[in-house]
């Protein structure tokens, strides 16, 4: 009864987690920190690799046994498919029902032996929400029930990597699409102290390591404040020459993201709302190069850890 009226007396923390390229190692690293200072968010969101991480704590996992089964070598056995082979050249062609090389099914098998069946709805501490984008309605969407694993993939399907994924008759696409730092819903949430936002940006080997991490807080003033922070922040190399397709993808979902940035921070700090940001760069990692996963645990670890006078209630 006394924890029941704990969650809802005013006061709670929430953490929000980024859409980014295989950033769930990272972000599994900043949440051991936050339990390491014992800070416990009541409530977590996530896009994509976010909400892969969300989505398992809010349904029990501890992040030390989040981060233990990303870093197991049988993972990325999850992205051989045979049938791959045959829907690149469909997905080429633009044929019909084919978005993505790969279906998901074996992703979607690994979680249900995490966490079977759970639903986001029976999540009550921490509560989850998880940013889908929906295809048939042509929207997106903060996912409040249905079962984890479901809208965990759905937010996963990365365009091309994966097929959309159909939930109770809708399709749906990766929730970084629109919506890769979901913690608009919870500004008129009256109970919320502060959100915590933790965004990963991976980035290649030729972008070198050259100054310090951002620190972004609202909720008064939005400001920048190098001198919160000592985790790596890298220089970006912008002659056109250095850009493929996938960097330049990758360039423009880092402008949307920042102009979110911006607007979510201006509307927190209209309703009186603290966020806290904080900003990692990781090694680029991928489906056949997740050995360094223990390495970008460690970064978004360090992350929390050097600002434990920050993060700590």
Partial sequence: MLSWLKFF???HTALCLNSSYFGFY???????GLHELEVHPHHVSGASAGALVAGLYAAGMEPEEIARQFLSPGLSKVFVEWQAAYRMPALMMNRKGVTGAFDGRKIQALLKEFIGDRRIEDCTDPTLSLSVANLSAGRTETARSGLIREY??????MPGLFQAQ??????????????????EHWLDNDRIRRIIVHQVIPVSQER???RKDEYYSGGGDARLNPDHQTVYRSGTDSAPEKFSFLSALERSHE????ELIRLRLEMARSRGV?????RTETPRLGPHRMRR????????????????SILKP
């Fill in 255 to 258: 402008i949307i993201s920042d």
């Fill in 9 to 11: 007396r005013k006061g």
């Fill in 208 to 210: 070198k390591a050259s």
């Fill in 293 to 308: 996963g223990g390495v970008n645990f460690e970064l978004g670890r360090k992350v929390a850890l050097d600002n434990a």
């Fill in 274 to 278: 603290k966020v806290l940001w904080f």
């Fill in 166 to 183: 159909r939930i109770n008759g809708d399709l749906y696409w990766d929730g970084g699409i629109a919506d890769p730092i979901p913690f």
């Fill in 152 to 157: 965990i993939m759905a937010s996963c399907a």
């Fill in 26 to 32: 990272a972000h599994a690293g900043f949440l051991q």
